[in-house]
T-cell receptor, first 116, second 115 residues
Framework: GAGVSQSPSNKVTEKGKDVELRCDPI?????LYWYRQSLGQGLEFLIY????????KSGLPSDRFSAERTGGSVSTLTIQRTQQEDSAVYLC??????????????FGPGTRLTVT | GDSVTQMEGPVTLSEEAFLTINCTYT??????LFWYVQYPGEGLQLLLK?????DKGSNKGFEATYRKETTSFHLEKGSVQVSDSAVYFC??????????????FGKGTTLSVSS
């Protein structure tokens, strides 16, 4: 079946512009995660959605970052007023459930964001 | 907070050599431990996992044992192949979070295997 998909695969933007990154999780997966992979910081957790519960936003680095998940499926990560330090690969993952048993997280190919 | 430390790379080996990539962790609770692999041009894939002390995860000839006494989860393979060239990430599930099992990753170790 289809895996996690992300779009765009690459995004180049100018400093100060807003960007939106999209994630389509695996059908039926109720948990969705966003991570950021950068050279200096490695892989960092950003935000987590589980069903209709309030998202866990504890990993977001600043209030310029926000995310939503519509209809319990597709998620959009928005970065406002982008800065050069936002340049990274943004990874989305989904799993069957986020609480209780540890379910495998399936990762998308990522969106490479470059802020010039 | 919880954290994962893995050996710096790159690791360069000849085909059929023995591989060890060290991983240690700090955690307040009882995390699950994972190794993820990222092949060139591909996304992260789960390689193996262990959910409690003394569990051994294994897959594709790779093994790792959850050692609570040494807080370690070292990755080993007896005979590497060129196709094993990739970046390997050690990770733990953050049990401290109220909801979800967000992963905490090490910085990754690049393995390069030559024929």
């Amino acid at each position: 079946g289809a895996g996690v998909s992300q779009s765009p695969s690459n995004k180049v933007t100018e400093k100060g512009k807003d960007v939106e990154l999209r994630c389509d999780p695996i059908s039926g997966h109720t948990a969705l995660y966003w991570y950021r992979q950068s050279l200096g910081q490695g892989l960092e957790f950003l935000i987590y959605f589980q069903g209709n519960s309030a998202p866990d936003k504890s990993g977001l680095p600043s209030d310029r970052f926000s995310a939503e998940r519509t209809g319990g499926s597709v998620s959009t990560l928005t970065i406002q007023r982008t800065q050069q330090e936002d340049s990274a690969v943004y990874l989305c993952a989904s799993s069957l459930e986020g609480t209780g048993l540890t379910y495998e997280q399936y990762f998308g190919p990522g969106t490479r964001l470059t802020v010039t | 907070g919880d954290s994962v430390t893995q050996m710096e790379g790159p690791v360069t080996l000849s085909e059929e050599a023995f591989l060890t990539i060290n991983c240690t962790y700090t955690a307040t609770g009882y995390p699950s431990l994972f190794w993820y692999v990222q092949y060139p041009g591909e996304g992260l894939q789960l390689l193996l996992k262990a959910t409690k002390a003394d569990d051994k995860g294994s897959n594709k000839g790779f093994e790792a044992t959850y050692r609570k006494e040494t807080t370690s989860f070292h990755l080993e393979k007896g005979s590497v192949q060129v196709s094993d060239s990739a970046v390997y990430f050690c990770a733990l599930s953050d049990q401290a979070r109220q909801a979800g099992t967000a992963l905490i990753f090490g910085k990754g170790t690049t393995l390069s295997v030559s024929s």
